[in-house]
């Protein structure tokens, strides 16, 4: 596990949302991944740069399908081995994701 204090949290919180508005993988910063990876289960890629890059351009979407509650892809939010003191992290990504997705007649 990755201990994530309150504030570092929502520092990731914040680098999460900044990596979804610009649709940039590049920008994932390494609290991220290791939140990503070592706490939600996510697949390594060999490293951050790895990580990165398996999420970059077209390969996005793929990415933010992970948040998307209605796809088979996001099933780690709610897999019993995922610890619960990261509940309201993972769901605030979940939920920011959520928002982005929605067509722009239903924002």
Known sequence: MFNLSGEKQNKVLKNFKKVVDKENSE?????LY???????NFIANF??????E????????????KFDRKSAASQWLYAPEISTQFDGLNQAMADYVSIKLKPKTQQ
């Open 27 to 31: 920008l994932i910063n390494k609290d």
């Open 34 to 40: 290791y939140h990503l990876n070592l706490n939600c």
């Open 47 to 52: 490293d951050l740069q790895g990580f990165r």
């Open 54 to 65: 398996t999420y970059s351009g077209e390969n996005f979407k793929d990415f933010l399908e």
